[in-house]
């Protein structure tokens, strides 16, 4: 069974600054997805970011940059000129190439961007 | 855009009672999944259906059943309503066939509350 780590259960950041965060995963598959979500305070969860395993390119979306390690099976989301909007629980998730779409979901880390 | 509707925000039961969790997308998509979020647990998978009348069990499938009569709707069961079953409930649906880098498109969330 696959795993989702997130080690860092919250971080702040101050608005304008970057910040990375964290997310390692463990699978036995050689062609998987990996995602990064973005749930705002009471609002709904939305997709930030995705990158297929089989793409050595970082994917980037904007403010958001991956920094992909295939190898040591990592997979950070940096931020960019932080914003207060930013502000929010990130999820890592994690997609087999054969799981019928299932997502393994990370705990989660809460990133709370100050003015 | 796609929009996923769950039949409510905010929802208290008690104990013993049977919980309906309505979920509604309007995209046409094949699979749709109900998660739970717990805080410090993420979201952990309860079931999905990948077609009408198909239904598998996910990671905490105790305590619950699905029903998937249209392909637009799935709804989520608890059978006999339990104080532990106190959590935030999420729908998401994505698209099914070879497109399995699909995000997940999630509803706002149901927040119950079992007293």
């Known amino acids: 069974a696959q795993t989702v780590t997130q080690s860092q259960p919250e971080m702040s950041v101050q608005e304008a600054e970057t910040v990375t965060l964290s997310c390692t995963y463990d699978?036995?598959?050689?062609?998987?997805?990996l995602f990064w979500y973005k749930q705002p305070p009471s609002r709904q969860m939305i997709l930030v970011i995705r990158?297929?395993?089989?793409?050595?390119q970082n994917a980037t979306e904007n403010r958001f940059s991956v920094n992909f390690q295939k190898a040591a099976k990592s997979f950070s989301l940096k931020i960019s000129d932080s914003q207060l909007g930013d502000t929010a629980m990130y999820f890592c998730?994690?997609?087999?190439?054969?799981?019928?779409?299932?997502?393994?979901f990370g705990k989660g880390t809460l990133l709370t961007v100050n003015p | 855009d796609v929009k996923v509707t769950q039949s409510s925000r905010y929802l208290v039961k008690r104990t013993g009672e049977k919980v309906f969790l309505e979920c509604v997308q309007d995209?046409?998509?094949?699979?749709m999944f109900w998660y739970r979020q717990d805080p410090g647990l993420g979201l952990r998978l309860i079931y999905f259906?990948?077609?009408?009348?198909?239904?598998e069990k996910g990671d905490i499938p105790e305590g619950y059943s699905v029903s998937r009569e249209k392909k637009e709707r799935f709804s989520l069961i608890l059978e006999s309503a339990s104080t532990n079953q106190t959590s935030m409930y999420l729908c998401?649906?994505?698209?099914?066939?070879?497109?399995?880098?699909?995000?997940?498109?999630f509803g706002d969330g149901t927040r119950l509350s079992i007293l």
């Open positions: 998730a994690f997609m087999g190439g054969g799981s019928n779409y299932k997502l393994t």
């Open positions: 990158q297929e395993a089989y793409k050595q």
């Open positions: 699978t036995s598959e050689s062609n998987y997805y």
């Open positions: 998401a649906s994505t698209l099914g066939g070879v497109l399995s880098n699909q995000p997940q498109h």
């Open positions: 259906s990948y077609d009408v009348k198909m239904k």
């Open positions: 995209m046409d998509h094949e699979n």
